[in-house]
């Protein structure tokens, strides 16, 4: 069965995510190690890193992904945005190092002005930069599949499959499906042919062993909009018969699988009825499985619940 779990905010303090994961019955996780709509944040010292990894490893929740700044493009013909998109990822593979976390999932970039081929080249170079200077890391890059809008790529597999192609240490890369941006790029998996197409894709172009993690959302828009708007599970255009192929699949049975759908003022949306339906879809009726799986709603939103921190 897949380890289930959610995107979960770090507001007051990266370990009080755990906490919240608990809360709505996640088995895995996914937090921002800093604000994702900004460049600087304050080094993570010592006593910060200590108190999550003993949450960590407390709440049972595991693996734990990070989801890379908006602000990075490693793509970019510009060369000041590139060198500090460059420098702002090594910052996040070291805040990722220090946590313990698993997994640093990215948005492979945009060509803005350039042409697509040179920003898949330059994303390879970024990386390959990076990996450099991190040599003997535990945690891994999770090159994330887009919707493709503007001129962001990613859209296609094959676009992933070239960068892991071109850099030097692929064995450091996986890839993370987002079922919203699969969908929204055009890719149909809403019955058990589609299904098995685009399965068959992801095998062919990319091979089962480098998918590491799916983020599981439903799509605002229809098959092929281009657009990036999550929505709760079986309330979109793909529908709870995709999830539940994917849920099933035997291939991805020990598969993080990750909710980024809308947060709501509590911080929580419905991150436990989405998680409830997922546990259903794969089978499992008694819910929670390793992480406690508390699954009584939050008490309605306390004065110091968080606010925002929801992911893509
Ligand atoms: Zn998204
Ligand atoms: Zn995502």
Request: glycine share 14%; charged share 30%; proline share 4%.
């Amino acid at each position: 069965m897949p380890r289930f779990g959610a995107h979960m905010s770090v507001a007051g303090g990266v370990e009080l995510a755990f906490e919240r994961g608990k809360r709505v019955g996640c088995e895995a996780m996914q937090i921002f190690t800093k604000n994702a709509n900004q460049w600087n944040a304050r080094p993570l010292d010592a006593g910060v890193a200590e108190r999550f990894r003993k949450a960590a490893r407390d709440s049972g929740i595991r693996p734990l992904l990070a989801h890379d700044s908006y602000l990075i493009n490693l793509g970019s013909p510009r060369s000041p945005l590139l060198r500090r998109s460059r420098a702002a990822l090594e910052d996040e593979l070291q805040r990722a190092e220090a946590l313990g976390l698993d997994y640093l999932v990215i948005h492979p970039g945009a060509a803005v002005g350039g042409s697509k081929d040179d920003c898949l080249r330059r994303i390879a170079e970024c990386i390959d930069d990076v990996h450099g200077r991190t040599s003997g890391f535990r945690v891994r890059i999770l090159l994330e599949n887009t919707a493709g809008q503007g001129t962001v790529v990613g859209h296609r597999l094959e676009h992933l499959a070239r960068i892991i192609d071109a850099v030097d240490e692929p064995g450091r890369l996986g890839v993370c499906i987002d079922t919203c941006h699969l969908f929204a790029a055009g890719y149909d998996f809403r019955d058990a042919k589609g299904y098995a197409a685009t399965m068959k894709e992801i095998g062919r172009v990319l091979g089962f062993r480098r998918v590491k993690a799916f983020h599981l959302n439903d799509c605002k828009k229809d098959l092929g909009c281009r657009v990036d708007r999550h929505e709760h599970i079986g309330r979109g255009f793909i529908g709870q018969e995709a999830f539940r192929l994917i849920v099933s699949d035997s291939r991805f049975r020990a598969t993080p699988m990750i909710l980024e759908t809308p947060k709501g003022d509590d911080g929580f949306g419905m991150d436990i009825e989405n998680l409830t339906l997922l546990r259903r879809l794969a089978g499992r009726t008694s819910g929670g499985g390793g992480a406690g799986g508390l699954l009584q709603r939050p008490s309605a939103a306390r004065r110091d619940d968080p606010r925002g921190g929801g992911g893509t």
